[in-house]
């Protein structure tokens, strides 16, 4: 079985542009989490989402914003980028309600400059 | 391919016993590990590391074990409390504080009166 998919691997951002960030669960998988890691923060939960439905939503401002389609694929989108952007996003997916174990994906490396 | 992988996906432990939870990795390169902690909707927190150096390392009521040979790790939280009732991850990297981190896919510990 193929694991959790992040699609792009890296990307280079300047300020004030805006990214969409992609997720494949696990086949089978219904709910997707996305967290922020970063050196200095750790890993910082952005949400969640469980048969499409925003379950549970971090402490981030509204530039932060994500949905996930009818194939538990989910996307996350970051607006007016800022340099503070710069970390790797990660998805991880589980197969039932959210707080269930997680499969981490590889992540994607967002650089703003 | 997990790298990291706790086989154990849920453990329950009464009040005041050992908690023990395990995690092993295939990945030689690893010599930087670390527990996190997580509550539903929120991130996971760093909970204690080990580097490769050292085969044990406490702080309180939790120990971690390295055996480098097995590639195995163990967290040990005594005595277990109900508040200690979370998901806890494992997570490795190549090298002592990077961003990069690979994680297991969780252990829920549930620990009862």
């Known amino acids: 079985k193929a694991g959790v998919t992040q699609t792009p691997r890296y990307l280079i951002k300047t300020r004030g542009q805006q990214v969409t960030l992609s997720c494949s669960p696990i086949?089978?998988?219904?709910?997707v989490s996305w967290y922020q890691q970063t050196p200095g923060q750790g890993l910082q939960f952005l949400f969640e989402?469980?048969?499409?439905?925003?379950?549970n939503k971090g402490n981030f401002p509204g530039r932060f914003s994500g949905r996930q389609f009818s194939n538990s694929r989910s996307e996350m989108n970051v607006s007016t980028l800022e340099l503070g952007d710069s970390a790797l996003y990660l998805c991880?997916?589980?197969?039932?309600?959210?707080?269930?174990?997680?499969?981490f994906g590889p992540g994607t490396r967002l650089t703003v400059l | 391919d997990q790298q990291v992988k706790q086989n154990s996906p849920s453990l329950s432990v009464q009040e005041g016993r050992i908690s023990i939870l395990n995690c092993d990795y295939t990945?030689?390169?690893?010599?930087?590990f670390l527990w996190y902690k997580k509550y539903p909707a929120e991130g996971p927190t760093f909970l204690i590391s080990?580097?490769?150096?050292?085969d044990k390392n406490e702080d309180g009521r939790f120990t971690v074990f390295l055996n480098k040979s097995a590639k195995h790790l163990s967290l040990h939280i005594v005595p277990s409390q109900p508040g200690d009732s979370a998901v806890y991850f494992c997570?490795?990297?190549?090298?002592?504080?990077?961003?990069?981190?690979?994680f297991g896919t969780g252990t829920r510990l549930q620990v009862f009166p």
């Open positions: 991880a997916s589980s197969p039932g309600p959210p707080g269930d174990t997680q499969y």
């Open positions: 086949s089978g998988h219904r709910s």
């Open positions: 989402y469980f048969s499409e439905t925003q379950r």
């Open positions: 990945n030689s390169m690893f010599d930087y």
């Open positions: 080990i580097s490769s150096i050292k």
């Open positions: 997570a490795a990297s190549a090298r002592e504080n990077t961003d990069k981190l690979i």
